[in-house]
């Protein structure tokens, strides 16, 4: 069993900054990508960023570009999502999530996925 743990959530004022994290732990697995999610009261859920592991490259949705930055480390399966100039409109359950497939905007292609942390800008 693998499980995907995200922390780092809470509340912050409009243009504050805050870090998630998220850790794998079970058996061992490999990824193709993993990326961050985030659902908003009332939306579908939307792709926000993913790393993919063997070249790098980075992926995000254009209203976080510049704001956001992801991170890992493959070996440890581990992803960060540093937010920075956070916006009201940000609020939303994030979630980390790991694929083996090479689409890494594609929610429907992560098989992993952890329970959310919730992230509120307040105005």
């Known amino acids: 069993q693998v499980q995907l743990v995200e922390s780092g959530g809470g509340l912050v004022q409009a243009g504050g900054s805050l870090r998630l994290s998220c850790a794998a732990s079970?058996?061992?697995?490999?990824?193709?990508?993993m990326g961050w999610f985030r659902q908003a009261p009332g939306k579908d859920r939307e792709f926000v960023a993913a790393?993919?592991?063997?070249?790098?490259?980075?992926h995000y949705l254009d209203s976080v570009k510049g704001r956001f930055t992801i991170s890992g480390d493959n070996a440890k399966n581990t992803v960060y999502l540093q937010m920075n100039s956070l916006k009201p409109e940000d609020t939303a359950v994030y979630y980390c999530?790991?694929?083996?497939?090479?689409?890494?905007?594609?929610?429907?292609?992560?098989?992993?996925w952890g329970q959310g942390t919730q992230v509120t800008v307040s105005s």
């Open positions: 999530a790991a694929t083996t497939w090479n689409t890494p905007r594609d929610a429907s292609k992560y098989r992993y």
């Open positions: 790393i993919v592991w063997r070249s790098g490259n980075t």
């Open positions: 079970g058996r061992t697995f490999s990824s193709y990508a």
